[in-house]
T-cell receptor, first 111, second 116 residues
Framework: QKEVEQDPGPLSVPEGAIVSLNCTYSNSAFQYFMWYRQYSRKGPELLMYTYSSGNKEDGRFTAQVDKSSKYISLFIRDSQPSDSATYLCAMARNNAGKSTFGDGTTLTVKP | GAVVSQHPSWVICKSGTSVKIECRSLDFQATTMFWYRQFPKQSLMLMATSNEGSKATYEQGVEKDKFLINHASLTLSTLTVTSAHPEDSSFYIC????????????FGSGTRLTVV
């Protein structure tokens, strides 16, 4: 069993829809929870990170972490075609060590 | 924010030759850098952790003699793919940690290697 499991997708939604991306994990030592966006042939770009449990909002993006359920989510409101990309969740034990990544979910937002 | 520059962005080489990929932290010092490999439509697979001034730590299954890592300064790590073969064709991505940030894990833009 993988340490981090991510909903595989692909996901296709109309412009303006609310998108929910999800990951589960098995290692209770994870303290940092990240979401990255990766466009084709580019390196991942950090969207948001959360330390421990809770919610974090940044513009149209909201990250949620439920450590009791070992479940994290990323919500995208008012999705735009420019949000079309692969989204990777990642987790780490600390802020200076290696991260473990999910397999990614490819999102397409259609105009 | 922290910027990590990776060069080249793409390279084509002949089978049997070696290729060097550079990863630089532009505005911060990085004592630790990571090298990943990514196949199409797959996630990032950690290859090795590069520590300035010491030997890299390789993940299980990664050949250290094939993927040479040198972290000679606080701003530069290099990955050399030696005697490359077509199966080494992949997207290689580095990342570096800016410890002055609460969470400063920044990726380079990646290098697409094609071995023909």
């Amino acid at each position: 069993q993988k340490e981090v499991e991510q909903d595989p997708g692909p996901l296709s939604v109309p412009e303006g829809a609310i998108v929910s991306l999800n990951c589960t994990y098995s290692n209770s030592a994870f303290q940092y929870f990240m979401w990255y966006r990766q466009y084709s042939r580019k390196g991942p770009e950090l969207l948001m990170y959360t330390y421990s449990s809770g919610n974090k909002e940044d513009g149209r993006f909201t990250a949620q972490v439920d450590k009791s359920s070992k479940y994290i989510s990323l919500f995208i409101r008012d999705s735009q075609p420019s949000d079309s990309a692969t989204y990777l969740c990642a987790m780490a034990r600390n802020n200076a060590g290696k991260s473990t990544f999910g397999d990614g979910t490819t999102l397409t937002v259609k105009p | 924010g922290a910027v990590v520059s990776q060069h080249p962005s793409w390279v084509i080489c002949k089978s049997g030759t070696s290729v060097k990929i550079e990863c630089r932290s532009l505005d911060f010092q990085a004592t630790t850098m990571f090298w990943y490999r990514q196949f199409p439509k797959q996630s990032l697979m950690l290859m090795a952790t590069s520590n300035e001034g010491s030997k890299a730590t390789y993940e299980q299954g990664v050949e250290k003699d094939k993927f040479l890592i040198n972290h000679a300064s606080l701003t530069l790590s290099t990955l050399t793919v030696t005697s490359a073969h077509p199966e080494d064709s992949s997207f290689y991505i580095c990342s570096a940690i800016d410890k002055s940030e609460t969470y400063g894990y920044t990726f380079g833009s990646g290098t697409r290697l094609t071995v023909v």
